[in-house]
Structures are given as C-alpha cells and as structure tokens.
C-alpha cells in the first residue's frame, strides 16, 4: 500500500547536483541533526516544498533530517502516525479529520488547495449545471479534499448533499468509471483532470474549488503526533525555518524550480502537466503565512472543514480549529 523509503539519509547538498545551483552550497556540517519520520502523499501541493527543502539542504540547515514514508492516502498516513510508527505527516484536506479527533496537532500550512479539487460531468447525460446532479451518481473519494469540495459546491446551488448518490471510490477508479461512461459525474483532484479532458473530449467542468475561496479554503499542511509535538518543539521550529525557506524559494524561482522537482521526483509527470498543477494551487510567501496565521484566517478554514467532518463522520465531541491547530510556533518562529 505504501512506498517505502525509511533508511534513505537525505543528505545536505544531496540535491544541490540535480538542482545545478552550486550557490546553495553545504550546511554546517557540526550541526548535530534530528532524525524525523515523515509520512507524505506524493503530489506537489504536499510535498513540493518538502522535496526543494531537502535537495536545497534548507532543513539539514536547521538540523532535521527526514525519514521518509509514502502514502497513497490521508486516512493510511494517520493510521501509521497514531500507530506510532511516523511523527508527522503532511496531507490535505484529512488534516481537519483527525486532530478534530485529538488525534495530532497541525502545526504547518503548505498552501491553499485553490484549484486542484475540480467537478466534471457528461453533458450528454442530462448534466449541464450543478443542479441537474440531483438524483444523480457522482463519483469520488468519501473523506478526501475532493468530496470537501463536492459538498461545498452542492450547497453553495442548492443541492443537499443527500439527494445525490455518491459512488465512494478511489480517485483512480473514479475517474475510471467516469471516463467509461458508467456515472455522470466525478468530483476529482488534478492531475486526474488531464486523464478526463484527455480521453473525454465532451466533458465539461462544471466548477472548481476557487468558486468559494477565501469563504471557504481547503489547505495542505504539517500535523504532527501529540507526543512528538510536545516534546520536541525546537525541532518544529527547525522544519518551520527549513520549510520557509524552501517555500520563499518555490514562490521566487518557480519556473526553475519546478523543472527541478520533475526532473529528481516527478520524472512520469511532463513538465507542462506539473506546471498546471502548480497553478492549481494557491502558495504565500511565510511573511504573508504569518499575517494569516496571526489573524485567525487559517484557524477558520480549518474550522469550516472540520465542520464537515464533524457532519460526514459523525465525529463527537470535536476538538475545535482554535486548540488542535498550534499557531503559535509558527508566529514565534517566522517573523511578519
């Protein structure tokens, strides 16, 4: 189910040859570093920061070094860090799931999922707005950012989520049966659009999830296990600094830097394709992370998904946005 990938020393500088950017140069090597485990979904709104961090020896730099594991979801990598056998995790949406639960602490956000959660429909089948899904399949994967998004996008027309039928698949399959014909509609995230618009020249999109930003924002980011994250707080102030950096650097440099990333881990995605993924989300600069972590911004986006958790899992006695979401090292480490 998973890749693992435990035991691969990322080094300082181990990158800096496939970046072909000597300017990064070594970090201090009498840095004594922290062995992390880290949990990951492998798509470039997760781990697109993670991957620049640690080829531009930006958290080395701040004495971190990551043990990594891949996961093919949220629901698996949580699993493996309440289990014990990861400290954090970085995912999407399901991170408004669990912590709700007391089950984490988010203590980082990567950026907004502004555009990658996507509905698509078959005009030929009697869909040609949101309000024909009434009554309707749509396909999707129950507890992911795309179902978030279908059920903010049905609300916000006027369909209540009940009165469509939602076919629960992995993305893969759905995207599988909706290509074939066989639903109507598939709520999905990219890079499965370009599967769709490929092979289905007549489907449509009907919205995206920029409809309902800022009101409403499905963000990535950082949770880390409730032990680890009260033990170890100089070492989440390392991945912060080491992240923000790397962050800053994406946001500067991104036609550089998404050659880079395709080149060393995305090498089956063409360029172009992980160019319009990129463009698919929403990054900030940390200066402006910090504005919205100071304001409250990301508390209440975080809210407004754990409020559909809470619905959808029938989660008691939910741990609010306010108390499982840690702004404070953040604000205390990154400076406006």
Same mark, same amino acid.
């Given at each position: 189910?998973s890749?693992?990938?435990?035991?691969f020393?990322h080094r300082? $500088?181990?990158g800096?040859?496939? @970046?072909?950017?000597?300017a990064f140069?070594a970090?201090?090597? =009498?840095q004594a570093?922290t *062995? +992390?485990k880290?949990?990951?979904l492998?798509t470039?709104?997760?781990d697109g920061?993670?991957w620049?961090?640690i080829?531009?020896?930006?958290?080395?730099?701040?004495?971190v070094e990551f043990?990594?594991?891949?996961?093919?979801t949220?629901?698996?990598?949580?699993?493996?860090?309440? $289990?014990?056998?990861i400290?954090? @995790?970085?995912?999407?949406?399901?991170?408004?799931n669990?912590? =709700?639960?007391?089950q984490? *602490? +988010?203590?980082l956000i990567?950026?907004?999922e502004?555009?990658?959660?996507?509905l698509?429909?078959?005009p030929e089948?009697g869909v040609?707005t949101i309000?024909d899904?009434?009554?309707k399949?749509i396909?999707t994967t129950?507890?992911?950012t795309?179902?978030?998004?279908?059920?903010?996008a049905?609300?916000a027309?006027?369909?209540?989520?009940?009165?469509v039928?939602?076919?629960?698949q992995?993305?893969?399959?759905?995207v599988?049966s909706?290509?074939s014909?066989a639903?109507?509609?598939v709520a999905?995230?990219?890079?499965?659009?370009?599967?769709?618009r490929?092979?289905v020249?007549?489907?449509?999109?009907?919205v995206?999830?920029s409809?309902y930003?800022?009101?409403?924002?499905i963000?990535d980011g950082?949770v880390a296990?409730?032990?680890?994250h009260?033990?170890?707080r100089d070492?989440?102030?390392?991945i912060?600094?080491g992240?923000?950096?790397?962050?800053?650097?994406?946001?500067a440099?991104?036609d550089?830097?998404l050659?880079t990333?395709q080149?060393?881990h995305y090498?089956?995605?063409p360029l172009?394709?992980?160019?319009?993924?990129?463009h698919?989300?929403k990054?900030?600069?940390?200066?402006q992370?910090?504005?919205m972590?100071?304001d409250?911004?990301?508390t209440?986006w975080l809210q407004k998904?754990?409020?559909?958790?809470v619905?959808?899992?029938k989660?008691?006695n939910?741990v609010p946005?306010?108390?499982y979401?840690?702004?404070k090292?953040?604000l205390e480490?990154?400076?406006?």
């Amino acid at each position: 189910m998973s890749m693992d990938r435990r035991g691969f020393l990322h080094r300082a $500088g181990a990158g800096a040859a496939a @970046l072909g950017l000597s300017a990064f140069g070594a970090p201090a090597l =009498a840095q004594a570093r922290t *062995k +992390v485990k880290l949990g990951y979904l492998h798509t470039l709104a997760v781990d697109g920061q993670l991957w620049l961090g640690i080829d531009r020896g930006d958290f080395a730099k701040h004495g971190v070094e990551f043990e990594l594991t891949q996961f093919t979801t949220g629901l698996e990598l949580f699993q493996a860090m309440i $289990g014990g056998s990861i400290d954090m @995790l970085t995912t999407g949406a399901v991170l408004s799931n669990f912590p =709700a639960r007391g089950q984490g *602490k +988010v203590f980082l956000i990567n950026d907004v999922e502004f555009a990658t959660a996507q509905l698509w429909v078959h005009p030929e089948q009697g869909v040609k707005t949101i309000a024909d899904l009434k009554g309707k399949k749509i396909a999707t994967t129950a507890g992911t950012t795309a179902h978030v998004f279908l059920d903010s996008a049905l609300r916000a027309n006027g369909v209540d989520p009940k009165d469509v039928e939602l076919v629960n698949q992995g993305m893969a399959n759905a995207v599988t049966s909706f290509i074939s014909g066989a639903v109507p509609a598939v709520a999905l995230w990219v890079p499965f659009n370009i599967a769709v618009r490929d092979k289905v020249p007549t489907a449509r999109m009907l919205v995206d999830a920029s409809a309902y930003y800022p009101q409403a924002a499905i963000v990535d980011g950082w949770v880390a296990r409730n032990d680890f994250h009260d033990k170890h707080r100089d070492v989440l102030q390392g991945i912060i600094r080491g992240w923000a950096s790397a962050n800053d650097y994406f946001i500067a440099n991104s036609d550089a830097a998404l050659e880079t990333l395709q080149k060393a881990h995305y090498p089956q995605v063409p360029l172009a394709d992980l160019k319009e993924q990129f463009h698919a989300q929403k990054m900030f600069t940390s200066a402006q992370w910090h504005k919205m972590y100071a304001d409250g911004t990301v508390t209440a986006w975080l809210q407004k998904v754990t409020d559909f958790f809470v619905g959808f899992a029938k989660i008691q006695n939910p741990v609010p946005a306010s108390q499982y979401f840690d702004a404070k090292t953040y604000l205390e480490t990154i400076k406006a």
